[in-house]
């Protein structure tokens, strides 16, 4: 019969192992072994860069809570994306959100777009973006395409769900040849074809001037859009 000490050393063991499984940025060895790989380590910014492919703008994005998170400047605001380049690809990562919120990931991006005006140098990604936002943000209530898991602007999401505002949401974007899927909190919501005329429109619609050929594989890119916004567990894996 173990001793009241052996029975307690055993559920510290226990207690201990989940609370390092429950830790943020991490992979099982279950998800290495289906070829999973980090995309953040949660500590430092490598592998991420500003859109525009210059150094990582620390002036408007920082690490916290073990995430990127987007800050709210008065002298401009600059996408970050991944130094990496995909194809097809099943990404996974957690977002937060605050009220009236407004963000997203954007995906087979066709064009970067930098100016500056009165508000700072701006740096942005045009492309498909999976809409992250508090759905009672005035742009997201404008338009059911514009709300949480959205493909923006063009398709809304079915079921609609909303986002848990203040915690953290999971979301889940998979692209594979031509079939996209937009996935949030566990429920599919949006699914298309990129070949789709409407898409296609939308794709066209962001090619720089002159330019007939769509890019087929790029970066994933995270926006900042005036709001607070913290990404982590960032995990990808290439279908």
């Given at each position: ?83 990496e ?59 059911p ?10 398709i ?84």
């Amino acid at each position: 019969m173990p001793t009241t000490a052996a029975r307690c050393c055993v559920l510290l063991l226990v207690v201990l192992s989940l609370g390092r499984g429950a830790e943020p940025n991490q992979l099982t060895d279950a998800e290495r072994r289906q070829g999973w790989r980090l995309l953040f380590d949660g500590k430092t910014t490598a592998g991420w860069e500003e859109i525009t492919g210059k150094p990582f703008p620390a002036n408007c994005w920082t690490i916290e809570d073990a995430s990127l998170k987007a800050l709210v400047r008065s002298d401009g605001f600059q996408d970050i994306r991944t130094v990496e380049v995909f194809g097809s690809f099943d990404l996974q990562f957690d977002w937060k959100i605050l009220k009236d919120g407004n963000s997203g990931v954007k995906y087979l991006i066709q064009r970067v777009d930098e100016w500056t005006n009165a508000a700072g140098r701006e740096a942005r990604a045009r492309g498909l973006e999976y809409q992250l936002a508090d759905d009672q943000n005035a742009d997201a209530a404008s338009d059911p395409r514009r709300v949480a898991g959205s493909l923006y602007s063009l398709i809304a999401p079915v079921p609609r769900i909303a986002p848990r505002i203040g915690e953290f949401n999971h979301s889940r974007l998979v692209v594979k040849g031509h079939h996209v899927e937009h996935w949030l909190n566990g429920a599919k919501v949006v699914e298309f074809e990129t070949d789709a005329a409407e898409v296609q429109k939308l794709l066209r619609s962001n090619l720089p001037k002159g330019s007939e050929r769509l890019v087929e594989s790029g970066p994933i890119s995270l926006q900042n859009h005036s709001s607070e916004t913290w990404f982590r567990n960032i995990k990808i894996r290439t279908l």
